[in-house]
């Protein structure tokens, strides 16, 4: 009986990621991967992008602060894990370990980052992004190869003034990764959900920071 029960389960399982899959495809990733931004911000060429030129998989999100960009820039020159924090959902992030503890003030120590510093996702161990790029009040460019395995990404944070108190926070994330079976499970069925997920978060949380 158990183990009919167990056979019932995984079918069902099966049978609810058949439907679930092709529905996130067709309604949800078209929306998650340019969450909040314009198609004009979509195709306006970045910093960092020359980092990955042929991304397997990209997204540029993107919010409005009612702040002006030099107060919304020291919330992100002190992003990462014993640092600022994510300014994301710190509770599922220290489930898996990450120990990520997001501040709600600017830290003075922190707001001095430099080409090759590096950014991390958690303790020693966990992945990084290294500084390629930094452009004082206006661009933070993550990237790098960091595991040959796991490909190369890049991860961008670009603030775009409208006026003297309004600015567009641009995040674009571009990855590229060896064709294999495993690393588009990895990429695109795993990793691209959680991200929206996440970076949706994150980008709410600086908002909600600056504006404050």
């Not at 709410?204 to 404050?212: D, N, P, S, V």
Request: overall charge positive; proline content about 8%; aromatic content about 10%.
């Amino acid at each position: 009986m158990l183990i009919r029960n167990k056979r019932s389960l995984r079918v069902i399982f099966l049978i609810a990621l058949s439907l679930v899959g092709p529905a996130y495809w067709l309604l949800g990733r078209p929306r998650h991967i340019r969450w909040g931004a314009m198609e004009a911000e979509i195709d306006q060429p970045l910093p960092g992008d020359e980092i990955v030129k042929h991304p397997r998989n990209s997204s540029t999100r993107a919010i409005t602060i009612y702040a002006p960009a030099a107060m919304v820039w020291p919330w992100l020159v002190q992003i990462g894990q014993g640092r600022g924090g994510l300014y994301s959902y710190d509770w599922l992030e220290n489930l898996a370990g990450c120990d990520i503890h997001t501040a709600d003030r600017i830290i003075p120590e922190f707001q001095h980052l430099q080409v090759g510093d590096q950014v991390r996702l958690g303790p020693d161990g966990y992945p990084f992004f290294a500084v390629a790029a930094i452009e004082p009040g206006r661009a933070l460019v993550l990237g790098g190869n960091r595991d040959p395995r796991a490909g190369n990404h890049s991860w961008v944070f670009f603030l775009d003034p409208i006026d003297e108190t309004t600015t567009r926070l641009i995040v674009r994330s571009r990855g590229d990764y060896p064709p294999t079976v495993g690393n588009f499970v990895i990429w695109r069925v795993i990793t691209e959900p959680l991200q929206f997920v996440m970076e949706r978060k994150m980008l709410l949380g600086i908002k909600q920071r600056a504006e404050g």
